[in-house]
C-alpha cells in the first residue's frame, strides 16, 4: 500500500511538473518544488519503489531529476537494491577486469549427446564446451567471466527495448541494468525444425503463446528443433527455461527426449526428460502451458547460444507436445 502511495504521489508530480506555466500568475513561488530541496539520496530512496517507466518519465520532467537518473551512481545503486550480492558485484566491477589466462591444451571430449550428427553446428559447439570449458580446463587456465566495456557496448541487444543509438552517451551502469531486466527469449517457430509441415509438426497461432505462433507436434518419429538466441548473450550465469504444454491428459514421448543449450565460449547443459517425466506434466497441467527449468549454463565470455530438441533413440510415434519458446534467466 505504501508503495502504490509513492507511485501515486510521483505521478501527480509529473502531472503537476508537465502543466504548462499559468501566464496570468505573478508568483514566482508556484514554480518552486520543494523536493528539488531534499538531498539526491533521498530522491534515490524514493526511485526505488517506481517502475523503469516511470523513471524515465521522471528523467524528462526537468533537468535535476534528468541529472539524477543519468548517471553510473544511480543505475549502480537500483542494480544492487534489486539483485543479489553476487550478481550485482560481478555486472558492475567483475566482469570488466580482464583476466590473466594461461594457454593450455584440453583434451578433446565427446559432446555427451545420445543423438549425434557428426558435422552438426550444435554437436561441433558442445565438443568445443565440454572440452574447454569443463571444470579441470576452467581451473587450469584461470578463466573468468569477462567482456571489454567496449565489445559490451557495441554487442548488447535488446528484446524488451530499442537499442539507443547514442549509446556512448549512456551511462555503462544503465544499459546494464536493463540488460539484465531484459527477457532473454527466442521461440521455437524461429527454430529449424525437422518435418514441419501439415501432418508432423506444425507452425500454429495460439492465444497464450508469449511469442504469438507455436510449434505443435501431431505425430513424428524422428524428433529434431534446432536453433539458437537471436542474440549474443553476455557473460553470466544463466538459467535455461523451456515454455510448452501437453495436447491432452497423456502424451507419447518414448525414450528419452534431449534438451540441450550450448554457449560457444562457456559450460552447456543436457537435460534429459523421460516419457514419465511428459506423463506427469500432462497430468499436472492439463492442457496448460507450464515452465521447465533444464538447469543452468555458464557463459565466460560473450557468446552465440544454440538449442536443441532430440529424441531418435527409438522409432516409436510421438505426439501430443507443444513448444512456445526457451528463455535464459540471470541468476546469483
Known amino acids: 500500500m505504501a508503495t502504490e502511495n509513492i507511485r501515486k504521489a510521483f505521478r501527480s508530480f509529473l502531472s503537476w511538473t508537465s502543466r504548462p506555466d499559468d501566464k496570468n500568475s505573478t508568483d514566482d513561488s ?15 530512496t524514493i526511485t526505488d519503489h517506481l517502475a523503469v517507466n516511470d523513471i ?27 539483485f543479489s550480492p553476487s550478481t550485482a558485484n560481478l555486472y558492475i566491477l567483475d566482469l ?34 565440454v572440452t574447454h570449458y569443463n571444470d579441470e580446463a576452467i581451473e587450469k587456465r584461470h578463466a573468468k567471466m569477462y567482456i571489454s566495456k567496449e565489445d559490451f557496448l557495441t554487442h548488447v541487444q535488446y528484446l524488451n527495448y530499442r537499442k539507443p543509438k547514442n549509446i556512448l552517451e549512456i551511462p555503462l551502469m544503465k544499459l546494464m541494468y536493463f540488460y539484465l531486466i531484459d527477457r532473454k527469449r527466442t521461440a521455437a517457430v524461429n527454430m529449424s525444425v525437422i518435418h514441419r509441415n501439415d501432418v508432423y509438426l506444425i507452425e500454429n497461432s495460439d492465444k497464450d503463446s508469449l511469442t504469438g505462433r507455436i510449434i505443435q507436434l501431431q505425430s513424428v518419429c524422428w524428433l529434431e528443433i534446432t536453433g539458437r538466441f537471436d542474440h549474443d548473450i553476455m557473460p553470466g550465469k544463466y538459467e535455461a527455461i523451456w515454455r510448452m ?12 527426449t534431449e534438451f540441450s543449450i550450448v554457449p560457444s565460449h ?9 516419457e514419465n517425466d511428459f506423463h506427469h506434466y500432462a497430468v499436472e497441467h492439463g492442457k496448460n502451458w507450464f515452465t521447465v527449468n533444464m538447469g543452468e549454463i555458464i557463459i565466460y565470455e560473450r557468446s552465440t547460444v544454440l538449442i536443441g530438441i532430440r529424441n531418435w533413440s527409438n522409432g516409436n510415434w510421438k505426439s501430443g507436445i507443444s513448444w512456445d519458446c526457451i528463455e535464459l534467466k540471470v541468476t546469483p
Open 30 to 44: 508556484s514554480k518552486i518544488c520543494w523536493i528539488f530541496n531534499l538531498p539526491s539520496e533521498i530522491l534515490q
Open 245 to 256: 504444454k501437453c495436447h491432452a491428459t497423456y502424451v507419447n514421448m518414448w525414450g528419452e
Open 266 to 274: 562457456g559450460k552447456m547443459l543436457i537435460r534429459k526428460i523421460s
Open 56 to 82: 524515465i518519465s521522471l528523467s524528462q520532467t526537468c533537468q535535476t531529476f534528468y541529472t539524477l537518473t543519468n548517471n553510473d551512481s544511480f543505475w549502480i545503486h537500483r542494480v544492487r537494491s534489486q
Open 96 to 129: 570488466f577486469e580482464k583476466p590473466g589466462n594461461i594457454l593450455t591444451n584440453d583434451e578433446t571430449r565427446s559432446s555427451g549427446f545420445e543423438n549425434i550428427r557428426v558435422d552438426g553446428e550444435l554437436d561441433l559447439a558442445a565438443i568445443n564446451s
